[in-house]
Each structure stands twice: as C-alpha cells, then as structure tokens.
C-alpha cells in the first residue's frame, strides 16, 4: 500500500545538498571529485577517471578545468565580483585571465539577467575557449564607469573527465540505471536534489533483496552520459529500464517524460504511479530536449530510459540560477520524489505475469478465508476486487501492472493480492 513520504529521508537529503551546494563543480575537475568523494561516506562508489583526449563516439573529453580565485575589483580595489561569494559569479570553464580594462571592454563579459535583477545566472563556455563573469544585474547597473581588475586564477589543462558509478547486482543480470548529472555549482535543484535522490536510492538498494542489478551513475551533464555509454556499449544491453533524476526537490507536482520507445516498461510504470498521485497529465511524451535521456535515448542505444523530475528543466524561473538555492527545495518534495520513485522501481522489479492453476469458473475464495461475501461491486473492498481481476486475467499474458492498469487498481494492492493466491496454490508463474 502507499505509505506516507519518508520525511526523514527527504531531511537527509537536504542536508546533503547543504553539505554539497558551496562546492565549484563543472563538467570535469577538483569539484566533482570533491563530491563524488563526500557521496562515498554514504555509498562505495566507484570514481572513474578518463583522461582528456579520449575520443567518445562524436566528442572528445575535453581538458580539466579548476578554478582556485576569481574576483572583478573596481579603481579602489574594492571586490565587485567574487567567486567565493558565489559559485555561479565565473562562467564555467573561464580560461586564466590577469589584467585591467575599462568597463567598456569588461562588459561584453558581464552576464546579468534585467528581468531579474536580483540573482545571478549560471552560465558555462564549455567547448570555446573563452572568460566572463555572471552578476545581478542590479549590481551590473551599480558599476561605475572606470577601470576594473579582473582576475580569474585557473587552469584548463589535460586531465581527466570524473564521474562516480555504484553497481549493485541483484539475481538477474538485468539492471535499472539509475542517472544524475552532478556538474552544476551551487544549485539546488537542477543537480544537487538529483545527486541526493541518486545517493538515497544507492543507499536502499544495498540493503534489499534483489531481483534486478542497480546501476548508479553521478556523471557530468551530456559529455558524462556520452563517456559512459562509449566505454560500456556492451552493458548497456543489460538494460531493462532506468531514469535520469533532476528538479527533484522544488514544491511542484512530479513528472515523467517518457523514454524515445514509449511503451518500455519504465513508462508504463511511472504513468501508473503518477495515475495514482492523481497528476496523470505529468505524463509526457518523449523529446530530445532535457538531460542525459537524451543520450541514452539516441538512436543507436534507444534505451528505456525515461526522465523524472518536479518541475522540469527551463519551466521554473528559478532555473540555472543563484534562485535555485537550499529554499528552493524542500525536505517535503523530496521525500515524495524518493517515494515515487521507490514505487516506480518496486513495479519493474515486482512485475511479472502468472497463469491461474484451474481457470474453470472462480475458485471458492470464502472457503480459502479470501472472500468476506459482501453483496455487490460498490461494497468489495480494494483487495478483494483485486483478487477477483488476478484470478480473472491471469492467462500467463497479463502482467500484474497490466491488470492493475485494467482494473483501476494500484499496483501494490494487486501484487499483494497475487501473493494471496499463490499461498494458496491458485496461480503460478507464467
Ligand atoms: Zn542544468
């Protein structure tokens, strides 16, 4: 049955994005391996280096960026921008700059957003070598004209692309993938809710039971998804659904995109979950827009692999900016996000189809104390009209998800129903 959210897992979570949110990642160095390092005191993942250079289908990984400083400082030497104020006050990737210019020559490179005066946008310059800064643009407004002393300490060199992976084999060989990008600054929703979300789910799949093998992978954003699937082609027919997890955390509904097929089994269960929290219209078609679904959806992959958040990127003004902070998110969203998913996951890993043993007319169920003999349909109660339609559509075809998209009923009602009738040798499995 559908329990409560789990608060206290959503307030873990939190708190980890609190821990993580100061740290300047990007889609490769110290930043990222400063965070895959933390997540390990919560799962043994696995961290993987690929050296730059290494040509990944069409890409290349690119050199490693890290940033020590970097600050705008006016005539007086007064800071007007700082990193250490904030992450998202250097363009991502920003090549070593040391020199002065008049505001004229600096402000090509000021980003700001006018219709939002009052955040800094995120802005990154991955694949041209390139500088700038992102402000308010109330404090962009408030330079005076003059000369500025810009400097930002980095360096972009040959290195390594990091990214994190938890496997956790289950009996069968068949694997979820479980995916977040873990390359943004400090942003709460868009990466860190999803990196949380990720690390929780690492955490409960280690200690279950499992039917399926679990894969976790904590990857920079496009080039990460890209790296991994060029290194692991073959695992990847291993794959019998997943989910890229971001904007997990913000006080919207929960959505689900679907993956390139359409009909995987992974979208056929979070339909259902969502159907049951009452958003089914959060249910959308597949597009090549987003995060890394698009990879794993591409043409020659074509993986089930569907793509849950809240608000979905770009759709909450708050996106890729200084507003995506530790309130933005909620211990409440989040805890839902990890219940529904949780749910998701149960129905692929529970699902599977029986045959009724004697399929002539309905079994005597009051005589095996599985039928309380209430008059009429209105008065069944949920777990008996459940029994009624497993016994009804087990014809070794239907699946439990099947029949529980068919009778209305949620899926975890008629799993238990189906363990009732199994106990009593009334179905098998297909
Ligand atoms: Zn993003």
Same mark, same amino acid.
């Given at each position: 049955m559908l329990s409560a959210p789990p608060l206290a897992v959503g307030e873990a979570m939190h708190q980890l994005i609190a821990e993580l949110f100061p740290i300047c990642r990007s889609i490769t160095g110290d930043g990222v391996r400063q965070t895959l390092a933390r997540l390990q005191e919560h799962v043994p993942l696995t961290i993987h280096e690929v050296p730059t250079g290494t040509p990944v289908f069409d890409w290349i990984v690119p050199k490693e960026w890290n940033v020590r400083d970097a600050w705008v400082k006016n005539a007086r030497g007064?800071?007007?921008? $700082?990193?250490?104020?904030?992450?998202?006050?250097v363009v991502s990737y920003s090549v070593p700059v040391r020199r002065r210019l008049s505001l004229a020559e600096l402000r090509p490179r000021l980003h700001s957003i006018p219709g939002q005066p009052d955040i800094i946008p995120y802005r990154t310059n991955?694949?041209?070598e390139d500088w700038g800064f992102c402000l308010s643009h109330n404090r962009l407004e408030a330079m005076e004209d003059g000369e500025y002393e810009v400097c930002i300490d980095s360096t972009l060199a040959p290195g390594a692309l990091t990214y994190g992976e938890y496997f956790v084999p289950g009996v069968s060989p068949e694997e979820i993938l479980i995916s977040c990008h873990c390359?943004?600054?400090?942003? @709460?929703? $868009?990466n860190l809710s999803g990196v949380a979300l990720t690390t929780m789910l690492g955490r409960r799949a280690a200690t279950q039971r499992l039917l399926l093998s679990y894969r976790f992978l904590f990857i920079p954003a496009t080039i990460g998804s890209i790296t991994w699937l060029a290194c692991n082609q073959a695992a990847t027919t291993r794959i019998k659904g997943g989910l890229v997890l971001s904007c997990v955390g913000d006080r919207g509904p929960v959505t689900y995109k679907k993956s390139r097929r359409g009909d995987a089994s992974i979208d056929h269960a979070a339909a259902h979950v969502l159907r049951h929290r009452g958003v089914p219209e959060r249910v959308r078609d597949f597009a090549p827009?987003?995060?890394d679904e698009r990879q794993y959806c591409s043409p020659g992959f074509n993986l089930p692999v569907g793509c849950f958040t809240r608000t979905p990127n770009g759709e909450f003004p708050e996106y890729h900016s200084s507003a995506d902070d530790l309130d933005f998110v909620t211990a409440e969203s989040l805890a839902d996000s990890y219940a529904a998913v949780t749910e998701i996951v149960e129905i692929i890993e529970q699902n599977r189809s029986y045959v009724r043993l004697?399929?002539?007319?309905?079994?005597?169920?009051g005589r095996r104390g599985?039928?309380?003999?209430? @008059?009429g349909r209105a008065q069944l109660a949920d777990v008996e009209m459940a029994l009624l339609w497993v016994l009804n559509l087990s014809d070794g075809g239907a699946s439990l998800l099947d029949i529980a998209e068919r009778a209305g009923i949620h899926f975890s009602l008629v799993r238990g129903a189906a363990d009732m009738l199994l106990s009593e040798g009334l179905i098998r499995a297909a």
């Open positions: 007064e800071l007007v921008i $700082d990193l250490r104020q904030s992450t998202l006050h991955y694949y041209r390359c943004h600054p400090s942003l @709460a929703n $868009d827009y987003g995060h004697n399929p002539m007319c309905e079994p005597q169920l599985l039928y309380h003999g209430l @008059a």
